[in-house]
């Protein structure tokens, strides 16, 4: 029997009790999931397309993909993305997992992904029988390693740290991984939530100054669980790569892998409006801008930070002596060990709660400090 390693969020069952203890209640700061209400428009999208009696198809309906095709072309700075080559997944998490078995990696090969980062990059590589690396650039492995490497994921915007990765820098890793004949994937499902010098977009890796107008081997991952308060649906979809897309789709296909028909009538409604996006997103600024003073406060750093639904901090100890210090706040935060070793030392705060608890966590983390 396949046997993976425990779910690393049971290691903060202790501290979510101590949280609980508090008399104003817990403040849950840890895992991003949305708070706020699916926006109308795509509710009554859905409800309107539920009389689905009969199978919906894997690749996704025509419709469907040219909204996604022309998403990309308004907001990823993509024009020109052929429908052929999108196919909408039942979430982005599933995709990640089974991302190298449907590629075909298996044993002996290499998945390198970011030195910080979602656990399930590693769990698909384990999936799959493969060998995974931490790295953030491809010059950091061995001439060894390099000859086993079949896929590098990159996460720009980044969980846990917001890290944004410039034009430049995905340029240079496209090219690098060309070198090798390796798949890039790309996971970009915070691409919506750039702040500061990135508010009006971030670098994607099917964009042409990436990848030079040849999508060969590269794979975009977006979700709009983030963007659109749909993390209930599992919406999501996966472009690029002509030569990879037709064997993808076929192999979902003999394992059922099928966005339910109503939920792509919802995707493809709500990839067509551009405003709830923007009213989400300012609400996220907000409570924002709200906790970093607060934090900062209390004693913490913010790293990088600059996209996403994160702030990644450090009080420059021991990352489980402040997650406790913030439970006995009554404030459950994310570890940073759970991301890898490069982790050490740091929390993740999410900003996934209502407005009620942020305040409440604000007036908490003042009053300590």
């Known amino acids: 029997m396949l046997t993976l390693p425990d779910y690393p969020w049971n290691a903060m069952a202790p501290y979510v009790e101590r949280a609980a203890a508090h008399p104003q209640g817990v403040v849950n700061l840890s895992i991003g999931t949305p708070v706020d ?84 990059y590693d769990i698909g590589a384990r999936l799959a029988g493969a060998e995974s690396v931490a790295a953030d650039s491809l010059g ?133 409006d551009d405003s709830h996006v923007q009213t989400q997103k300012d609400l996220y600024r907000e409570r924002r801008a709200r906790l970093i003073p607060a934090l900062e406060g209390f004693g913490l750093r913010i790293d990088h930070s600059e996209a996403g639904l994160y702030l990644w901090c450090t009080a420059g100890e021991d990352t489980w002596l402040t997650i406790g210090r913030l439970a006995d706040l009554g404030i459950v935060a994310g570890p940073g060990t759970l991301y890898g070793t490069a982790g050490d030392g740091f929390v993740r705060i999410a900003l996934t709660a209502t407005d009620e608890r942020i305040d409440s966590a604000v007036e908490r983390l003042n009053a300590a400090h």
């Not at 095709?69 to 196919?87: C, K, N, Q, V």
């Not at 000859?147 to 969980?159: A, I, Q």
């Not at 820098?169 to 500061?196: F, I, K, N």
């Not at 659109?228 to 790569?241: C, D, E, I, K, W």
């Open 37 to 120: 209400p699916t926006p109308e428009l795509l509710r009554n999208a859905l409800a309107a397309a539920t009389d689905a009696p009969g199978y919906p198809t894997t690749h996704g309906t025509v419709e469907l993909r040219r909204a996604i095709s022309a998403w990309y072309e308004r907001r990823r700075a993509t024009p020109g993305l052929d429908p052929e080559d999108i196919m909408p997944t039942v979430g982005s998490k599933e995709l990640v997992a089974w991302l190298p078995l449907l590629l075909g990696i298996g044993a002996g090969d290499l998945v390198v992904r970011p030195t910080v980062a979602y656990p399930t």
């Open 140 to 272: 950091e492995l061995s001439e060894e390693q390099l000859s086993r490497v079949k896929l590098v994921w990159v996460n720009s915007p980044g969980n846990p740290t917001g890290i944004v990765r410039s034009t430049q820098e995905l340029r240079g890793l496209v090219d690098a991984a060309r070198a090798l004949g390796a798949v890039v994937a790309s996971d970009e499902c915070y691409a919506e939530l750039g702040w500061g010098q990135w508010e009006d977009g971030v670098p994607g890796v099917l964009e042409p100054a990436v990848s030079g107008g040849d999508l060969t081997n590269l794979l975009a991952v977006y979700s709009m669980s983030k963007q659109s308060n749909l993390a209930g649906y599992r919406a999501a979809f996966v472009a690029g790569a002509p030569n990879l897309m037709p064997a993808l789709i076929n192999n979902r296909k003999h394992a059922g892998m099928i966005v339910p028909a109503p939920v792509q009538e919802a995707m493809r409604i709500g990839l067509g």
